[in-house]
């Protein structure tokens, strides 16, 4: 089967460049020489003169006139007739008579045509007729840079052309020359399907609809577009297909949204740069609402090229390569900048204007303004880029700094799902990888703990993990026929010999590059993620072992209690009956009472009786044995809600051994006159606080269970790993000399 010839297309695309642009400068030609130079400027919709560009002008003409008729042609039949073109054929020093309106009074007053003149040229230089050559920039680099070449492909290219097209044509229409207002109502049609099915399909197809739904939207553009050209439909319309176009686009960027989570970030940065690059041009708005446009304030429009550029930045972000970094900061410098200009233009024309008449003072507030938004720029942007990099870009950790921010980071990781978290939310996507996994080898098996866009069935089989491994360091080729084709990058998690884990990269923007020079980036963060992983590890078993060493000691209790309570206590009955009464002196009934009730304590303390009858009733005698243990010195309060529900044992074993520990802490090293008990129990969920007014200490920082080993709160660590041993959560706060609150909290597991 012949192969298509992709020259053809090449030169068709060219082609429609070359007559895009041909259009453009012949547009622009007739801009700046085609349309006559009258000497004052009006609003194309009502005739209202709002600048007079020559000096000797205000006898005849002023600013404010409502314009009715220039030479015999009325404005509404101007205005009806969208070739008409007025001072057409005029020469020079030649005296048009101007009907107008001033002040409710109708006048007839006499204008020299001037021709070219400076000013007004100048004026028309100031516009934003450059944007229209911008836009057709963009379509060209679209063309010849994207790819793939598809659906979004075309209608950027096709959208940048027509409205590069379209604000030529804008900034000419209101003189009505070589059709150009004819030709805006037109194109404006045509935007409108173009712009409907782009937002539609990006940054991703919302959905696919069927071919005829998109064909119908054409053929209705294109018919618009041919009722404008033969003045079948009300010339005002076009404003209703431009408004349809704008809001339709704003709304399927807001569904985008809604509907695609994973494409958030790309709307949303996409919307914040156009709204950034529309910021100055308000204000100049503002400015000209108020007539005070400064000289300078045309170039308040050099932020529109953002517009196109965001839209361009978006998809061609991927295929950057080794320039992503730069693009990056090409972008926030450039925003950056804009805001900056902006308050210049706010801030310091109008005091500029105002010190106009004082040389010398002006010269100085200039000064002054420079050197203060320099330091503004030396202050700020860093920050600034640090918010763009993070909101707009998605860049976490800066690149720059990322092993050592990373370093620092995983030092406070507590657990492997804590490192697991930051390495998925703020490490890999401030590498831009958005495919990967994440393989932990322990006892000679292999277990996937992490993984982003990558299916099970893509996962390798444990007899595929040597070759990985082998290849470690190295970048795969993309291979047909390879298992596993989307497996860019694979690195060994090592410490020492023992291998740890495996990473497994994919896709990565841009264009799923992997620049020798990150490599060294890469193993250093594997590096360090293994050794933070054999440090969780070691310290899970320790964790292990010591909530295996509470279990044992409670079962030895639990033992020690019943062989005291069912064994000695019972033999020591048994003695009681064997000995003869009448022999026995008193003191030896004294002694054999204080060694039972001291027996049975023991046996009590080994294991709470109370406990058999529920958490609630153990509580109770706890708090109840702590007064009469302290002589009533300290005063022990309990207050529990919710039925007399019941529990696992072990989970009211240790909850108990919680108030209990809490308590004893209070009482001998908090030195608390007072304790409060209190107890939320309910069927699924118990709530515990045990508070004290005792001497307290200083805590900063939520103290983790290392934290309190390290500062020898051995009584609190103890509570942390009961509470761990049972999935409760547990939150201590403490103050210098205002006591402790503990808190804990157990919700039963679901499907028990």
Known sequence: MPQPNPFLPRIAQNLIAIIVLALIIAYTYAY??????????????????YEIFLEDSSASLQIGDQITNIGGVPWKEHQSDPTDVFFKNIQPAEVIEITLLREGKQLTVPWTFPGFNRQQFQDRFLNIWWLAYIFWAFGSLIQTSIRPADVRWRLLSIASYLTG??????????????????????????????YLRLHWVFPKNLKDLPAWVWVTLYLIGFALAIAELTSSIPRSLFAFGFFLT????????????????????????????????????????????ANRIPQVGPLALVTLPVIPGAYFYTVYRQQLGGLETRSNRAVSTYIFMTLLGTILLTLIFPAALSLIEQPGALIIASVSAILFMAYIAIAFFPTFQSFVDRRLLGINLPYQ???ETYSSQIAASVSVENLLRLLEEDVFPSLLVRQFAFLEFSNDACRLILRKEVAAEQIPDPQEIP?????????????????????????????????????????????DHYPVADLTVFQSLADQTAIAISNLQQTERLRSLSQLNIERREQDRMNLALELHDSVLNQLAVLRTNVDETNLSPRFHDAYEEVVQRLREIASALRPPMLNYGLKLALEELTQDLMERSDNHTRVTFAVWGEEERYPPNIELHLFRIVQEACENALRHAQANT???????????????????????EMGEPLQLDDLLIHKHFGLAGIMERANLIGASAQIRSNLNTGTRIEIAWNAPEGD
């Open 246 to 289: 704008l809001m339709g686009s704003i709304v399927l960027l807001v569904i985008h949204t809604v509907r695609q989570p994973d494409q958030r970030r790309e709307v949303a940065r996409l919307g914040i740069i156009i709204a950034i690059a529309i910021v100055p041009s308000i204000f100049l708005g503002v400015f000209g609402v």
């Open 467 to 511: 070759a990985l491994i082998n290849q470690s360091g190295r970048l795969r080729p993309p291979a047909e026929g390879s298992p596993h084709p989307w497996i860019r990058l694979t690195l060994s998690l090592k410490v020492g010999e023992e291998i740890l884990g495996l990473w497994l990269f994919g896709r990565r923007d841009p264009d």
């Open 32 to 49: 700046f020489f085609g349309a006559p130079y009258s000497g004052f400027a009006m609003h194309p919709s009502t005739g209202e003169v």
């Open 675 to 697: 304790i409060i008990v209190s107890a939320q129990l309910d069927s699924r969920t118990i709530t515990l606080a045990i508070e004290d007014n005792g001497q307290g200490f």
């Open 165 to 194: 097209f379209w604000i030529i044509l804008g900034v000419l229409s209101g003189y009505q020359v070589w059709g150009s207002s004819l030709l805006l109502h037109a194109i404006t049609w045509l935007l409108l399907p173009v």
């Open 401 to 403: 700094h990322l092993t």
